[in-house]
């Protein structure tokens, strides 16, 4: 089992960044891919990024390749998120999830996190 915990979400202006973490706890974290999911207000929820177990491979849904980066360290049981030049249509509580298989659905993952809101200022 993994219980996910997020941080670092906030309040930032257009253009600026942040960087969320995703602290695990489980024996299982350095096996299982990670992803960041978001859902905006009034929107489904929708996949963000995605890391194999051993970071091997990194995937990005089309509105945030090259502003996001996705990363994690085994040895700390964490993921992270970076996000650069952030727009007000980022604004959206974002959500870590670990899950057995490779995958951008979020039907794959079967743990996650209680979410971070961040809010991006126009």
């Known amino acids: 089992q993994v219980q996910l915990v997020e941080s670092g979400g906030g309040l930032v202006q257009a253009r600026g960044s942040l960087r969320l973490s995703c602290a695990a706890s489980g024996r299982t974290f350095s096996t299982s891919t990670m992803a960041w999911f978001r859902q905006g207000p009034g929107k489904e929820r929708e996949f963000v990024a995605a890391?194999?177990?051993?970071?091997?491979?990194?995937t990005y849904a089309d509105s945030v390749k090259g502003r996001f980066t996705i990363s994690r360290d085994n040895a700390k049981n964490t993921a992270y998120l970076q996000m650069y030049s952030l727009q007000y249509e980022d604004t959206a509580v974002y959500y870590c999830?670990?899950?057995?298989?490779?995958?951008?659905?979020?039907?794959?993952?079967?743990?996650w996190g209680q979410g971070t809101q961040v809010t991006v200022s126009s």
């Open positions: 890391i194999y177990w051993n970071a091997a491979v990194t």
């Open positions: 999830a670990a899950g057995p298989r490779w995958s951008v659905s979020s039907t794959s993952y079967n743990y």
